[in-house]
Protein backbone atom coordinates (compact mmCIF):
# COMPACT_ATOMS: atom_id res chain seq x y z
CA UNK A 1 0.00 0.00 0.00
CA UNK A 2 1.15 3.57 -1.34
CA UNK A 3 2.74 5.70 2.02
CA UNK A 4 0.48 9.16 2.03
CA UNK A 5 2.38 12.30 2.93
CA UNK A 6 0.16 14.88 4.33
CA UNK A 7 1.94 18.11 4.12
CA UNK A 8 0.43 20.11 6.92
CA UNK A 9 -0.92 17.09 8.50
CA UNK A 10 -0.81 18.82 11.85
CA UNK A 11 -3.73 20.60 11.36
CA UNK A 12 -7.63 19.90 11.58
CA UNK A 13 -8.31 18.71 7.74
CA UNK A 14 -4.56 16.99 8.17
CA UNK A 15 -5.05 15.46 11.08
CA UNK A 16 -8.61 14.31 10.69
CA UNK A 17 -7.79 12.10 7.34
CA UNK A 18 -4.15 10.95 9.52
CA UNK A 19 -6.85 9.37 11.67
CA UNK A 20 -9.00 7.81 9.51
CA UNK A 21 -6.24 6.50 7.06
CA UNK A 22 -4.80 4.79 10.78
CA UNK A 23 -7.73 3.40 11.34
CA UNK A 24 -7.68 1.85 7.86
CA UNK A 25 -4.57 0.70 8.22
CA UNK A 26 -3.28 3.22 5.59
CA UNK A 27 0.54 3.93 5.86
CA UNK A 28 0.90 7.71 7.11
CA UNK A 29 3.31 10.32 7.58
CA UNK A 30 2.33 13.66 9.46
CA UNK A 31 4.38 17.00 7.59
CA UNK A 32 4.55 19.43 9.30
CA UNK A 33 7.01 22.72 9.19
CA UNK A 34 8.49 21.63 12.56
CA UNK A 35 9.25 18.54 13.24
CA UNK A 36 8.30 18.43 16.78
CA UNK A 37 4.97 19.34 15.79
CA UNK A 38 4.51 16.42 13.26
CA UNK A 39 5.82 14.23 16.32
CA UNK A 40 3.15 15.58 18.98
CA UNK A 41 0.31 15.13 16.21
CA UNK A 42 1.59 11.43 15.32
CA UNK A 43 0.73 10.58 19.65
CA UNK A 44 -2.66 12.26 18.87
CA UNK A 45 -3.06 9.33 16.43
CA UNK A 46 -0.54 6.64 18.30
CA UNK A 47 -3.72 7.10 21.26
CA UNK A 48 -6.55 6.38 18.93
CA UNK A 49 -4.37 3.43 16.72
CA UNK A 50 -1.47 2.41 19.20
CA UNK A 51 -0.98 -0.12 16.19
CA UNK A 52 -0.62 2.77 13.50
CA UNK A 53 2.09 2.83 10.85
CA UNK A 54 3.04 7.06 11.21
CA UNK A 55 5.68 8.86 11.31
CA UNK A 56 6.48 12.38 12.01
CA UNK A 57 8.90 14.34 9.62
CA UNK A 58 9.28 17.97 8.29
CA UNK A 59 7.04 18.48 5.63
CA UNK A 60 10.34 17.88 2.90
CA UNK A 61 11.26 14.74 4.71
CA UNK A 62 7.45 13.40 4.09
CA UNK A 63 7.23 14.49 0.70
CA UNK A 64 10.74 12.39 0.35
CA UNK A 65 9.27 9.82 1.94
CA UNK A 66 5.67 9.80 0.65
CA UNK A 67 4.06 8.36 -2.46
CA UNK A 68 0.83 10.34 -2.23
CA UNK A 69 1.23 13.62 -0.64
CA UNK A 70 -1.99 15.91 0.26
CA UNK A 71 -1.59 19.30 0.28
CA UNK A 72 -3.52 20.33 3.54
CA UNK A 73 -2.49 23.81 4.02
CA UNK A 74 -4.70 26.99 3.83
CA UNK A 75 -4.92 28.08 0.39
CA UNK A 76 -3.28 31.30 1.62
CA UNK A 77 -0.35 29.04 1.94
CA UNK A 78 -0.65 26.81 -1.00
CA UNK A 79 1.80 28.18 -3.12
CA UNK A 80 4.26 29.05 -0.93
CA UNK A 81 4.34 25.38 0.68
CA UNK A 82 4.59 23.88 -2.87
CA UNK A 83 7.49 25.84 -3.77
CA UNK A 84 9.15 24.78 -0.55
CA UNK A 85 8.77 21.46 -1.16
CA UNK A 86 8.85 21.42 -5.18
CA UNK A 87 12.73 19.72 -5.38
CA UNK A 88 11.00 16.98 -3.33
CA UNK A 89 8.84 16.23 -6.31
CA UNK A 90 8.87 13.50 -8.53
CA UNK A 91 6.86 12.22 -11.43
CA UNK A 92 6.77 8.95 -9.57
CA UNK A 93 4.69 10.57 -6.45
CA UNK A 94 1.01 11.95 -6.66
CA UNK A 95 0.15 15.48 -5.40
CA UNK A 96 -3.77 15.74 -3.76
CA UNK A 97 -5.00 19.37 -3.54
CA UNK A 98 -7.25 19.49 -0.32
CA UNK A 99 -7.27 23.51 -1.01
CA UNK A 100 -10.28 25.51 -1.25
CA UNK A 101 -9.86 28.77 -2.33
CA UNK A 102 -12.12 30.77 0.27
CA UNK A 103 -12.38 34.73 -0.01
CA UNK A 104 -10.79 35.12 3.93
CA UNK A 105 -7.56 34.44 2.16
CA UNK A 106 -7.95 37.66 0.99
CA UNK A 107 -9.98 39.71 3.78
CA UNK A 108 -13.43 38.01 2.23
CA UNK A 109 -15.87 35.65 3.61
CA UNK A 110 -15.46 31.67 4.22
CA UNK A 111 -18.74 31.15 2.80
CA UNK A 112 -17.44 32.54 -1.03
CA UNK A 113 -14.30 31.07 -3.24
CA UNK A 114 -11.70 33.44 -5.11
CA UNK A 115 -10.99 32.49 -8.64
CA UNK A 116 -7.63 31.62 -9.26
CA UNK A 117 -6.24 32.72 -12.63
CA UNK A 118 -5.90 29.15 -13.30
CA UNK A 119 -9.69 28.19 -12.61
CA UNK A 120 -9.32 26.71 -9.20
CA UNK A 121 -6.62 26.07 -6.31
CA UNK A 122 -6.04 22.53 -7.56
CA UNK A 123 -4.87 23.74 -11.29
CA UNK A 124 -3.18 26.44 -9.77
CA UNK A 125 -1.43 23.74 -7.56
CA UNK A 126 -0.74 21.50 -10.75
CA UNK A 127 0.79 24.45 -13.10
CA UNK A 128 3.31 24.86 -10.04
CA UNK A 129 4.62 21.57 -9.56
CA UNK A 130 7.25 20.21 -12.00
CA UNK A 131 6.29 19.06 -15.37
CA UNK A 132 5.24 14.95 -15.01
CA UNK A 133 3.62 15.35 -11.24
CA UNK A 134 -0.05 14.20 -11.43
CA UNK A 135 -2.00 16.07 -9.77
CA UNK A 136 -5.31 15.35 -8.15
CA UNK A 137 -8.18 17.29 -6.29
CA UNK A 138 -9.78 15.52 -3.57
CA UNK A 139 -11.34 15.70 0.10
CA UNK A 140 -12.63 19.03 -0.82
CA UNK A 141 -16.18 18.57 0.75
CA UNK A 142 -15.46 16.28 3.86
CA UNK A 143 -15.35 18.15 6.83
CA UNK A 144 -12.42 17.84 9.58
CA UNK A 145 -14.85 17.74 12.65
CA UNK A 146 -16.24 14.94 10.86
CA UNK A 147 -13.18 13.22 10.15
CA UNK A 148 -11.58 14.05 13.67
CA UNK A 149 -14.72 12.46 14.99
CA UNK A 150 -13.20 8.85 15.32
CA UNK A 151 -16.25 7.21 17.51
CA UNK A 152 -18.76 7.88 14.42
CA UNK A 153 -18.33 6.67 10.68
CA UNK A 154 -17.81 9.48 8.04
CA UNK A 155 -20.92 9.79 6.29
CA UNK A 156 -19.84 11.36 2.80
CA UNK A 157 -18.11 10.94 -1.03
CA UNK A 158 -15.17 12.40 -2.21
CA UNK A 159 -15.18 14.00 -5.42
CA UNK A 160 -11.56 13.29 -7.21
CA UNK A 161 -10.73 15.03 -9.83
CA UNK A 162 -7.54 14.89 -12.50
CA UNK A 163 -6.15 14.57 -16.20
CA UNK A 164 -4.55 11.88 -14.63
CA UNK A 165 -6.62 8.60 -14.80
CA UNK A 166 -4.23 6.59 -13.02
CA UNK A 167 -3.64 8.63 -10.24
CA UNK A 168 -7.32 9.76 -10.28
CA UNK A 169 -8.55 5.90 -9.55
CA UNK A 170 -5.47 5.53 -7.05
CA UNK A 171 -6.74 8.80 -5.13
CA UNK A 172 -10.08 7.17 -5.26
CA UNK A 173 -9.19 3.99 -4.18
CA UNK A 174 -7.35 6.07 -1.04
CA UNK A 175 -10.93 7.49 -0.43
CA UNK A 176 -12.71 4.04 -0.25
CA UNK A 177 -10.36 2.98 2.64
CA UNK A 178 -12.27 5.40 4.97
CA UNK A 179 -14.87 4.02 6.13
CA UNK A 180 -18.21 4.90 5.11
CA UNK A 181 -16.86 7.17 2.14
CA UNK A 182 -16.83 6.81 -1.40
CA UNK A 183 -14.22 7.91 -3.82
CA UNK A 184 -16.04 9.46 -6.84
CA UNK A 185 -14.95 9.68 -10.54
CA UNK A 186 -14.85 13.94 -11.17
CA UNK A 187 -13.15 13.55 -14.17
CA UNK A 188 -10.71 16.42 -15.22
CA UNK A 189 -9.24 18.61 -13.11
CA UNK A 190 -10.84 21.41 -13.93
CA UNK A 191 -13.85 20.32 -12.30
CA UNK A 192 -12.00 21.36 -9.21
CA UNK A 193 -13.51 24.59 -10.02
CA UNK A 194 -17.10 23.47 -8.83
CA UNK A 195 -15.85 20.94 -6.06
CA UNK A 196 -13.84 23.64 -4.63
CA UNK A 197 -17.00 26.09 -4.77
CA UNK A 198 -19.28 23.77 -2.91
CA UNK A 199 -17.21 23.65 0.12
CA UNK A 200 -17.70 27.77 0.31
CA UNK A 201 -21.76 26.55 0.10
CA UNK A 202 -21.41 23.71 2.57
CA UNK A 203 -19.99 26.53 4.85
CA UNK A 204 -22.85 28.55 4.57
CA UNK A 205 -25.31 26.16 5.12
CA UNK A 206 -23.87 24.89 8.60
CA UNK A 207 -24.02 27.94 9.53
CA UNK A 208 -27.50 28.11 8.50
CA UNK A 209 -28.75 25.03 10.41
CA UNK A 210 -26.21 25.70 13.11
CA UNK A 211 -24.31 22.02 11.97
CA UNK A 212 -20.52 22.73 14.40
CA UNK A 213 -19.91 19.63 12.83
CA UNK A 214 -20.70 20.41 9.31
CA UNK A 215 -23.02 18.36 6.84
CA UNK A 216 -21.40 16.09 4.22
CA UNK A 217 -22.30 15.36 0.52
CA UNK A 218 -23.86 12.11 -1.07
CA UNK A 219 -24.78 11.86 -4.56
CA UNK A 220 -27.61 9.40 -4.84
CA UNK A 221 -28.71 6.60 -7.71
CA UNK A 222 -25.27 6.08 -8.43
CA UNK A 223 -25.32 2.18 -7.54
N1 LIG B 1 -11.04 22.22 7.92
C1 LIG B 1 -11.94 21.68 7.11
O1 LIG B 1 -13.05 21.27 7.54
C2 LIG B 1 -11.62 21.51 5.64
C3 LIG B 1 -12.57 20.87 4.80
C4 LIG B 1 -12.26 20.71 3.45
C5 LIG B 1 -11.06 21.17 2.93
N2 LIG B 1 -10.18 21.79 3.76
C6 LIG B 1 -8.92 22.28 3.20
O2 LIG B 1 -7.86 21.59 3.80
C7 LIG B 1 -6.73 22.46 3.95
C8 LIG B 1 -6.29 22.43 5.40
O3 LIG B 1 -7.33 22.93 6.21
P1 LIG B 1 -7.18 23.00 7.79
O4 LIG B 1 -8.49 23.43 8.33
O5 LIG B 1 -6.57 21.74 8.29
O6 LIG B 1 -6.12 24.18 7.94
P2 LIG B 1 -5.34 24.70 9.23
O7 LIG B 1 -5.62 23.79 10.38
O8 LIG B 1 -5.63 26.14 9.41
O9 LIG B 1 -3.80 24.58 8.77
C9 LIG B 1 -3.24 23.36 8.35
C10 LIG B 1 -1.75 23.43 8.51
O10 LIG B 1 -1.18 24.38 7.61
C11 LIG B 1 0.10 24.74 8.11
N3 LIG B 1 0.28 26.19 8.05
C12 LIG B 1 -0.28 27.13 8.81
N4 LIG B 1 0.20 28.36 8.53
C13 LIG B 1 1.12 28.15 7.55
C14 LIG B 1 1.98 29.03 6.84
N5 LIG B 1 2.02 30.34 7.11
N6 LIG B 1 2.77 28.49 5.90
C15 LIG B 1 2.76 27.17 5.66
N7 LIG B 1 1.97 26.28 6.32
C16 LIG B 1 1.17 26.79 7.24
C17 LIG B 1 0.15 24.32 9.57
O11 LIG B 1 1.03 23.22 9.66
P3 LIG B 1 2.49 23.33 10.35
O12 LIG B 1 2.48 24.53 11.27
O13 LIG B 1 2.56 22.05 11.12
O14 LIG B 1 3.45 23.44 9.24
C18 LIG B 1 -1.26 23.91 9.86
O15 LIG B 1 -1.39 22.93 10.85
C19 LIG B 1 -7.17 23.85 3.49
O16 LIG B 1 -6.70 24.12 2.20
C20 LIG B 1 -8.69 23.77 3.48
O17 LIG B 1 -9.29 24.59 2.49
C21 LIG B 1 -10.43 21.97 5.10
Not at 118 to 142: C, D, R, T
Not at 173 to 201: F, H, P, Q, Y
Request: proline share 4%.
Amino acid sequence: MKRVAIIGGTGDQGLGLALRFAQANVPVIIGSRDETKANIAVEQVQESFPQADIKGMDNNAAVENGEIILLSVPYKYMADTIKSIKSELTPDKIVVSLCVPLANAVGGRPTQVVSPWEGSAAEQAAAMVPKGVPLVGAFHNVCAARLLDIENTVDNDVVVCSDDKDARQEVMALADKIDGVRGLNGGNLCNCRIVESMTALIIGMNIRYKLPKGMGVRFTYLY
